[in-house]
């Protein structure tokens, strides 16, 4: 065995490797039986022998996440959400590098492994630094009419960002070498990255494949979103505007403005592909169950009084948000002898006698790397919070212990669902410091902008390690080359958030409508009056879905026979905090999936994953790219001038 640490020598694009499945189901056995098959089977010959961890590589993804980072940030601004950046990154670096190689600007082709740790960079550089400047910190301006100094804010920025990539470190191994959650995103880019460097027969197909959904994908994004920007006499003839004709006739406006109609998005049909049937199915039943029974009885008693999404989501996000927080910290504790282990290396830290090292040890992320990033984001963030609000140490301290454990929630609803329910756990902060801090705005939002922060960044790290670990890649290089995407990410997001949004007059309006910061400032004014202020509908549903996620937790454990058909907290919580339609997606790409596998299992082996991974970057792409269409040039001014 070579040593993880040993001089890499250079490996061409076509590496046999490359061309095998990847082992997307995982492992059987014990944990220690589990790790050593991926040792043995996926990493040796790959992580132990190729470059990954490389300056082309870290340059590479750092230049496309400042790049990608100006997009998610508009776009966030506009829409209140926000893109993943790795699968774009990767195919955008396979075909610059192609091009400096074609005109002898570059001497060898980038790796599997290097294009896989630029990837982690672009991430961290594109999409977790940025994600809460159009949330909390863009209520916080709307509510005080000024923006934290600069200095303030960038410091802020990074060292949530560091506080939340490091807390990521004990998770890692469990959700991801131990349970081996899905993570579809990461899937999607492993299967992206695999088809760009394969050259063998069956990977030539599956490449063909992925090829062929993503033209048709982004020839779909640009008839549903694409065809203003030519002409807005075409506009009628999208794709989107025909399916919203088509709505108009089966579903009433009553109707629509609860969610319950269906859009074409088929990147989201995509990942519930790669979601697999159990979470998928339990979306759709959960946001059935929200959107077509509470919701409509809650209107018809004059409980909820609002229309449309972000008025009606004020109400059922509490039962989601405590579903999800009690199903996923039960299944941490469950879980208390896997994370003893993966703490057990802090002993020899602290004086306690050292443990011999195992293969994983010499190649995962050191604990005391968690140690030391956690310890100093706490003293940096605790002197943030007293410098900016005045806020309590303690109070800092107990805001950074929530969020280990919120962010926890969020990694393990992210692995299932491959959504981030940054909003829904920056709640459960809201309503504990609304609490403790009544009538403080500031603190309430600040509070919970560090368990959003953790969890965004946490989420996305286990996302790209996902994806190296489906290829073989090194995770302690992996997350060298994460960190490594913060310093760019928080200079560029916070620099063109301040160009762009220069008063607080910008937010809510129609150039930004930033309808997160709308939401996250609504819960702050709601909860200025403490706890007590909740309606009792509010808190009945917290209950009911706290005991609901134990239920769901306990019940695969009584009736081991049956797990596979019980529904998944993560996918019934997740659902009552965002549009139903999301969920009718979701459940019929699975559906199309699971039935290719009942029927044709060796063309689904083939074919599943490449296709779905096809339409998320044919989509997002196109997306991309209309996105720098539509408002490079205006962006260009804001950040630029000229």
């Known amino acids: 065995m070579s040593h993880p640490d040993a001089p890499l020598s250079g490996t061409p694009a076509g590496d046999p490797n490359n061309d095998q499945p990847l082992r997307v189901d995982g492992f059987k056995g014990t944990a220690e039986e589990i790790e050593r098959q991926w040792f043995e089977e996926v990493y040796k010959g790959r992580g132990d022998t190729m470059p990954q961890l490389t300056l082309r590589a870290v340059l590479m993804g750092t230049v496309l996440g400042g ?70 910190f863009a209520a916080y301006f709307m509510i005080n009419n000024v923006a934290l100094p600069l200095g303030l804010t960038l410091a802020w920025v990074f060292f949530l960002a560091v506080l939340g990539v490091t807390m990521a470190i004990p998770m890692k191994r469990q959700m991801i070498n131990v349970e ?10 492993a299967e992206t990255l695999r088809a760009l460097y394969s050259k063998g027969q069956r990977a030539a197909q599956s490449a063909r494949a992925l090829t062929w959904a993503g033209v048709i994908a982004a020839i779909s994004q640009f008839w549903s979103d694409g065809l203003h920007l030519i002409s807005t006499r075409l506009e009628p003839f999208g794709l989107g505007a025909l399916v919203d004709r088509v709505d108009r006739v089966i579903f009433s406006p009553a109707w629509t403005g609860r969610t319950i109609t269906f859009v074409w998005d088929p990147i989201f049909i995509a990942a519930g592909t790669l979601m697999g049937i159990r979470p998928a199915a339990s979306i759709l039943f959960g946001g059935t169950l929200c959107w077509a029974v509470f919701v409509p009885v809650m209107q018809a008693h004059g409980v909820i009084t609002g229309e449309g999404y972000r008025a009606v989501v004020q109400w059922t996000l509490w039962g989601g948000v405590s579903c999800m927080v009690t199903s996923g910290l039960l299944s941490f504790f469950m879980q208390w002898r896997a994370i003893a282990k993966a703490f057990r290396s802090l002993g020899s830290l602290f004086g306690g006698p ?25 003293i940096a963030l605790s002197w943030l919070a007293k410098v900016s609000f005045n806020m309590p140490i303690w109070q800092s301290v107990l805001a950074v212990l929530m969020s280990f454990f919120l962010a926890l929630v969020a990694c393990r609803v992210t692995g299932e669902t491959d959504t981030t ?23 309430n939002l600040m509070s919970a902008n560090i368990t959003s922060s953790a969890a965004i960044s946490s989420a996305d790290l286990l996302t790209d390690l996902k994806s190296g670990y489906l290829l073989g890649a090194n995770p302690r290089k992996q997350f060298i ?57 509010k808190l009945w549903s917290i209950g009911i879905g706290g005991l609901t996620g134990i239920l769901l937790t306990l019940l695969p454990l009584w009736f081991p026979k049956h797990a596979k058909w019980m529904p998944s907290a993560a996918g019934i919580g997740l659902s009552w905090t965002f549009h139903w339609y999301y969920g009718l997606l979701f459940f019929i790409g699975a559906l199309a999936g699971w039935l290719m596998e009942r029927k044709h299992p060796e063309r689904a082996e083939l074919y599943n994953f490449p296709v779905a991974s096809g339409v998320i970057a044919g989509g997002s792409l196109m997306g991309v790219a209309l996105i720098f269409w539509e408002n490079g040039p205006v962006v260009w001014h804001q950040i630029f001038g000229g």
């Open 67 to 136: 790049i990608l980072s100006l997009t998610n940030l508009y776009i966030g601004l506009k829409s209140g959400w926000g893109f993943g950046v790795t699968i774009t990154a990767c195919i955008v670096s396979y075909s610059v590098w192609s091009v400096f190689l074609r005109f002898g600007l570059a001497k060898t082709p980038m790796t599997i492994l290097e294009n896989n740790c630029m990837q982690s960079t672009s991430s961290a550089a594109g999409y977790s630094t940025g994600t809460t400047l159009v949330s909390a």
């Open 180 to 189: 081996q959650l899905r993570f579809p995103t990461g899937i999607a880019t």
């Open 354 to 378: 050292a443990k011999p090292a195992g293969l994983m040890d010499e190649i995962e992320t050191p604990m005391s790397w968690f140690v030391i990033g956690q310890v100093i984001s706490l």
């Open 421 to 443: 329910p940054v909003g829904a756990m920056g709640k459960v902060t809201q309503l504990v410091f609304g609490a403790l801090n009544p009538g403080n705005m500031n603190i």
């Open 481 to 537: 080359a994460q960190f490594c995407g913060i310093f760019i990410g928080t200079v560029a997001t916070v620099l063109a958030f301040r160009v762009m949004v220069p008063t607080a007059s910008v937010l809510g309006s129609d150039q930004f409508p930033a309808p997160a910061a709308q939401t996250w400032r609504v819960v702050a004014l709601a909860l200025s009056k403490g706890f007590e202020a909740l309606e009792p509908v």
